[in-house]
Protein backbone atom coordinates (compact mmCIF):
# COMPACT_ATOMS: atom_id res chain seq x y z
CA UNK A 1 0.00 0.00 0.00
CA UNK A 2 1.19 3.59 -0.87
CA UNK A 3 2.27 5.97 1.98
CA UNK A 4 0.50 9.01 1.44
CA UNK A 5 1.38 12.56 2.55
CA UNK A 6 -0.75 15.04 3.60
CA UNK A 7 -0.01 18.83 2.93
CA UNK A 8 1.37 20.92 6.03
CA UNK A 9 -0.94 23.72 7.35
CA UNK A 10 0.11 27.57 6.85
CA UNK A 11 2.19 26.01 3.81
CA UNK A 12 1.72 27.81 0.27
CA UNK A 13 0.31 24.63 -1.15
CA UNK A 14 -1.88 23.90 1.93
CA UNK A 15 -3.50 27.28 0.77
CA UNK A 16 -3.81 26.82 -2.84
CA UNK A 17 -5.16 23.44 -2.11
CA UNK A 18 -7.81 25.06 0.41
CA UNK A 19 -8.80 27.44 -2.10
CA UNK A 20 -9.21 24.34 -5.16
CA UNK A 21 -11.81 22.81 -3.25
CA UNK A 22 -13.36 25.62 -2.00
CA UNK A 23 -13.98 26.61 -5.50
CA UNK A 24 -14.69 23.29 -6.39
CA UNK A 25 -17.72 23.26 -4.09
CA UNK A 26 -18.87 26.31 -5.05
CA UNK A 27 -18.53 25.23 -8.94
CA UNK A 28 -21.02 22.21 -8.18
CA UNK A 29 -23.06 24.28 -6.44
CA UNK A 30 -23.78 27.04 -8.96
CA UNK A 31 -24.01 24.46 -11.46
CA UNK A 32 -26.90 22.60 -9.74
CA UNK A 33 -28.82 25.95 -8.96
CA UNK A 34 -28.13 27.67 -12.59
CA UNK A 35 -31.57 26.85 -14.26
CA UNK A 36 -33.55 28.00 -11.28
CA UNK A 37 -34.04 31.55 -12.57
CA UNK A 38 -35.04 29.98 -15.83
CA UNK A 39 -38.07 28.15 -14.03
CA UNK A 40 -41.31 29.82 -14.56
CA UNK A 41 -40.02 30.16 -18.22
CA UNK A 42 -40.24 26.71 -18.49
CA UNK A 43 -42.82 26.32 -16.81
CA UNK A 44 -45.00 28.85 -19.29
CA UNK A 45 -43.24 26.90 -22.49
CA UNK A 46 -43.79 23.67 -21.50
CA UNK A 47 -47.25 23.99 -20.04
CA UNK A 48 -46.31 22.49 -16.62
CA UNK A 49 -47.35 24.20 -12.74
CA UNK A 50 -44.59 25.30 -10.86
CA UNK A 51 -44.20 22.49 -8.73
CA UNK A 52 -43.55 20.02 -11.83
CA UNK A 53 -40.99 22.16 -12.97
CA UNK A 54 -39.47 22.51 -9.72
CA UNK A 55 -39.15 18.84 -9.44
CA UNK A 56 -36.03 19.32 -12.06
CA UNK A 57 -34.39 21.66 -9.10
CA UNK A 58 -35.61 18.82 -6.62
CA UNK A 59 -33.97 15.70 -8.59
CA UNK A 60 -30.96 17.58 -9.08
CA UNK A 61 -30.27 18.12 -5.28
CA UNK A 62 -31.55 14.24 -4.67
CA UNK A 63 -29.12 12.70 -6.93
CA UNK A 64 -26.78 14.90 -5.47
CA UNK A 65 -27.49 13.95 -1.89
CA UNK A 66 -27.79 10.32 -2.74
CA UNK A 67 -24.54 9.99 -4.63
CA UNK A 68 -22.38 12.11 -1.64
CA UNK A 69 -21.75 9.49 0.17
CA UNK A 70 -21.03 6.56 -2.36
CA UNK A 71 -19.03 8.82 -4.41
CA UNK A 72 -16.82 9.68 -1.52
CA UNK A 73 -16.34 5.60 -0.07
CA UNK A 74 -15.43 5.17 -3.87
CA UNK A 75 -12.93 7.27 -3.97
CA UNK A 76 -11.43 6.16 -0.43
CA UNK A 77 -11.16 2.77 -1.91
CA UNK A 78 -10.12 3.25 -5.51
CA UNK A 79 -8.37 7.21 -4.93
CA UNK A 80 -9.56 10.50 -5.57
CA UNK A 81 -7.90 11.27 -8.53
CA UNK A 82 -9.35 7.84 -10.07
CA UNK A 83 -12.97 9.13 -8.87
CA UNK A 84 -12.49 12.27 -10.24
CA UNK A 85 -11.57 10.72 -13.64
CA UNK A 86 -14.50 8.93 -13.98
CA UNK A 87 -17.22 11.08 -13.21
CA UNK A 88 -15.27 13.29 -16.00
CA UNK A 89 -15.82 10.70 -18.31
CA UNK A 90 -18.86 9.88 -17.46
CA UNK A 91 -20.59 13.30 -17.63
CA UNK A 92 -20.73 13.64 -21.42
CA UNK A 93 -21.47 9.75 -21.74
CA UNK A 94 -24.53 10.28 -20.03
CA UNK A 95 -25.39 13.71 -21.73
CA UNK A 96 -25.38 12.10 -24.94
CA UNK A 97 -27.58 9.39 -23.70
CA UNK A 98 -29.93 11.41 -22.72
CA UNK A 99 -29.55 13.32 -26.35
CA UNK A 100 -30.16 10.17 -27.44
CA UNK A 101 -33.13 9.09 -25.89
CA UNK A 102 -34.89 12.31 -26.21
CA UNK A 103 -34.39 12.44 -30.25
CA UNK A 104 -35.95 8.78 -29.78
CA UNK A 105 -38.66 9.85 -27.95
CA UNK A 106 -39.73 11.98 -30.32
Request: charged fraction near 10%; include cysteine; glycine fraction near 6%.
Amino acid sequence: MAVTTLIDIKTPAYKRASFALALGSFLVFCNLYLFQPMLPLMADEFSASATEVNWLLAAGTLSLALMLVPWAVGSEIIGRRRVMLISLFLLPIVGLLMLGLMICSC
